[in-house]
Structure formats: structure tokens, C-alpha cells
């Protein structure tokens, strides 16, 4: 079948189904002359009259109707096939490279990375486990997490997690020699497990605020560290204070091997967020990605 009969076709079902040349036209988004012209060529190659035409109303004839019942179920088809080939295009498939915290990989990510692998098989996460801000473009990653007050004002950013909060605790048998710091300002008084940042490489001032009021404390102590897990060992062993996510101490809280003090200054603060550049069209398996991590509105 030539295109043209294919298009004219198309054309007379608008027409048949519209019952009108008006409704036909700006559905197809063409001139009510030029679908009459088209209808009238295509009877014309047929040598059937297709349409009834009055001042009111347009109606299909015998031949048309038989002539819509074939269309129509053949044009159905077209479509459904159409759509399959789309989304053969938009499987999901192929690498992520994706550079996160040890935190976050542990707290948002891993719990929804081993359905969202068994739903997608074709796609494959890469991870890179570094807690230093990355350049996610020079690196060539896909995608980056990151608490969102980190994150550079060009990327897109997802929110994928909760609030979180700082905790500042101690073991039992640090406090036994040492009374509670009441303010933020105590801390100068008191051993501290100091944190060495990753990408600046100076020490991590500790972050406070109350009622409007923030507070940064540079604190000093017997050791210093990069490592969340060593940073807890040495808190419940007495080494010194020290200034962890709150998630991360409950249990040791709940079961009385740390000490929680300076609650009432530690607000919450904004969480966890996947990042990725500002591209007008994301792959199908990022975009897929990020459908699975954000957060619920």
C-alpha cells in the first residue's frame, strides 16, 4: 500500500468516527478543505461514496461503515506495536555509576537497591564508597548522594531520605570522670574524638543551634579519625566524646553503652539526597533509579 493511501485512510476513519469534516480537521490539526479534498480523493480511487453528507451531520454509507470495522482493529494494532517498540527503548539496561557515603549507602540506599535490582536485571550498579565530595561530571558517575546542604547549585537533587540529626555521646565510664557539658561551649573542657574531612582535610567543626542561635565549636582530644565504625568503638570505650548521626547510636542509647548529651542542640537538618547533572533527558535506568529512591511527598 502506497503511504498516501495510508495517510488517507487514516483521514477518512477521523471523519467516520467524528462525524464531522470540522472535528475531524482539528483533531488531526490540518484545514476542514483539505480533509473534504482527502476524503473525496480516496472514494474517487475507490469508486465507492464512503460518506453521507448533509448540512447537519456526516454518516458513514455501507461501504463505509464495513470500511471503519477494517480500520479500525487494524489501526489498533499499529498503535499497540508502536507502543512495544517504545518501550523496548526505554528498558531499563546497562551501568550506574553511583558515589555515596558509607552512611547513606547503608541507610537509604541499601534497603531499596536489592528490589530495585530484581525488577530491573539488565541494569548494573557500580558503587563507589567515598566520603568526600565528588565531581560526579569529572568522574564520569551518573549520579551522587550527598546530604543536600553539600551539594553544588547545578546539580538536580532528589530528596531520597529523612531528616537527620546529630547526637553527641559518651560512654558511662567517660562521664563518671567528667560532668555533662550544659552547653555547647563545655565541650572545650572536655576530651573529644575529633573527625578529619575528607575533602577540605582540616578537622570537622561541631555544628549546634537553639532557638535560632547557631554555635560552632572546634573541638581537641586524645584521637582523631575518618571512620564512622572505629569513631562509636572508641566513644563506648571512653576515649572521648564524640559527634555521630543520631540513627547510628539508638541501639548503643537504648541498651546504656553511650550517654547522650546537648540533645536540645542538635535540630533536625536536611537528609540524604540523590544528585545528578542537569541533563534534559535522563536514561531510562537512572530515571528508574530515582523513581525508587525518593522520598514519599
Same mark, same amino acid.
Given at each position: 500500500m502506497?503511504?498516501?493511501?495510508?495517510?488517507?485512510?487514516?483521514?477518512?476513519?477521523?471523519?467516520?468516527?467524528?462525524?464531522?469534516?470540522?472535528?475531524?480537521a482539528?483533531?488531526?490539526?490540518?484545514?476542514q478543505?483539505?480533509?473534504?479534498?482527502?476524503?473525496?480523493?480516496?472514494?474517487?480511487?475507490?469508486?465507492?461514496?464512503?460518506?453521507?453528507?448533509?448540512?447537519?451531520?456526516?454518516?458513514?454509507?455501507e461501504?463505509?461503515?464495513?470500511?471503519?470495522?477494517?480500520?479500525?482493529?487494524?489501526?489498533?494494532?499499529?498503535?499497540?506495536?508502536?507502543?512495544?517498540?517504545?518501550?523496548?527503548?526505554?528498558?531499563?539496561?546497562?551501568?550506574?555509576? #553511583?558515589?555515596?557515603? %558509607?552512611?547513606? $549507602?547503608?541507610?537509604? +540506599?541499601?534497603?531499596? *537497591? =536489592?528490589?530495585?535490582?530484581?525488577?530491573? !536485571?539488565?541494569?548494573?550498579?557500580?558503587?563507589?564508597?567515598?566520603?568526600?565530595?565528588?565531581d #560526579?561530571?569529572?568522574? %564520569?558517575?551518573? $549520579?551522587?548522594?550527598? +546530604?543536600g546542604?553539600? *551539594? =553544588?547549585?547545578?546539580?538536580?537533587?532528589? !530528596?531520597?531520605?529523612?531528616?537527620?540529626?546529630?547526637?553527641?555521646?559518651?560512654?558511662?565510664?567517660?562521664?563518671?570522670?567528667?560532668?555533662?557539658?550544659?552547653?555547647?561551649q563545655?565541650?572545650?573542657?572536655?576530651?573529644?574524638?575529633?573527625i578529619?574531612?575528607?575533602?577540605?582535610?582540616?578537622?570537622?567543626?561541631?555544628?549546634?543551634?537553639?532557638?535560632?542561635?547557631?554555635?560552632?565549636?572546634?573541638?581537641?582530644?586524645p584521637?582523631?579519625?575518618?571512620?564512622?565504625?572505629?569513631?562509636?568503638?572508641?566513644?563506648?570505650?571512653?576515649?572521648?566524646?564524640?559527634?555521630?548521626?543520631?540513627?547510628?547510636?539508638?541501639?548503643?542509647?537504648?541498651?546504656?553503652?553511650?550517654?547522650?548529651?546537648?540533645?536540645?542542640?542538635?535540630?533536625?537538618?536536611?537528609?540524604?539526597?540523590?544528585?545528578?547533572?542537569?541533563?534534559?533527558?535522563?536514561?531510562?535506568?537512572?530515571?528508574?533509579?530515582?523513581?525508587?529512591?525518593k522520598?514519599?511527598?
Amino acid at each position: 500500500m502506497r503511504r498516501e493511501r495510508l495517510s488517507d485512510l487514516e483521514v477518512f476513519l477521523a471523519v467516520a468516527e467524528e462525524r464531522s469534516f470540522t472535528r475531524a480537521a482539528r483533531k488531526l490539526g490540518t484545514s476542514q478543505s483539505a480533509v473534504s479534498q482527502i476524503v473525496r480523493r480516496l472514494e474517487a480511487s475507490m469508486g465507492l461514496l464512503l460518506l453521507t453528507r448533509n448540512t447537519r451531520s456526516v454518516t458513514p454509507t455501507e461501504a463505509g461503515d464495513k470500511l471503519v470495522q477494517t480500520l479500525r482493529p487494524a489501526f489498533d494494532e499499529i498503535d499497540a506495536r508502536i507502543v512495544a517498540l517504545s518501550e523496548l527503548r526505554e528498558k531499563p539496561s546497562g551501568t550506574l555509576r #553511583i558515589t555515596t557515603s %558509607r552512611h547513606a $549507602a547503608e541507610t537509604v +540506599l541499601w534497603p531499596k *537497591l =536489592a528490589p530495585f535490582l530484581r525488577s530491573y !536485571p539488565d541494569v548494573t550498579i557500580e558503587l563507589s564508597i567515598d566520603n568526600a565530595l565528588t565531581d #560526579i561530571v569529572a568522574e %564520569r558517575f551518573d $549520579a551522587g548522594i550527598r +546530604l543536600g546542604e553539600h *551539594l =553544588a547549585k547545578e546539580m538536580i537533587a532528589v !530528596p531520597i531520605g529523612p531528616d537527620l540529626r546529630l547526637a553527641i555521646v559518651g560512654a558511662p565510664s567517660y562521664f563518671a570522670g567528667n560532668p555533662p557539658p550544659r552547653e555547647p561551649q563545655d565541650l572545650t573542657a572536655h576530651r573529644c574524638i575529633n573527625i578529619r574531612l575528607p575533602t577540605k582535610g582540616g578537622f570537622y567543626t561541631w555544628e549546634f543551634e537553639k532557638d535560632g542561635r547557631a554555635l560552632n565549636v572546634r573541638v581537641d582530644g586524645p584521637l582523631a579519625l575518618n571512620d564512622s565504625i572505629l569513631l562509636l568503638k572508641a566513644a563506648e570505650e571512653g576515649i572521648g566524646l564524640a559527634c555521630v548521626a543520631e540513627d547510628m547510636v539508638l541501639d548503643a542509647m537504648a541498651q546504656g553503652r553511650l550517654v547522650r548529651v546537648l540533645e536540645d542542640w542538635c535540630p533536625p537538618f536536611s537528609g540524604y539526597h540523590l544528585y545528578y547533572p542537569d541533563r534534559r533527558q535522563l536514561s531510562p535506568a537512572l530515571r528508574r533509579l530515582v523513581d525508587a529512591l525518593k522520598r514519599p511527598a
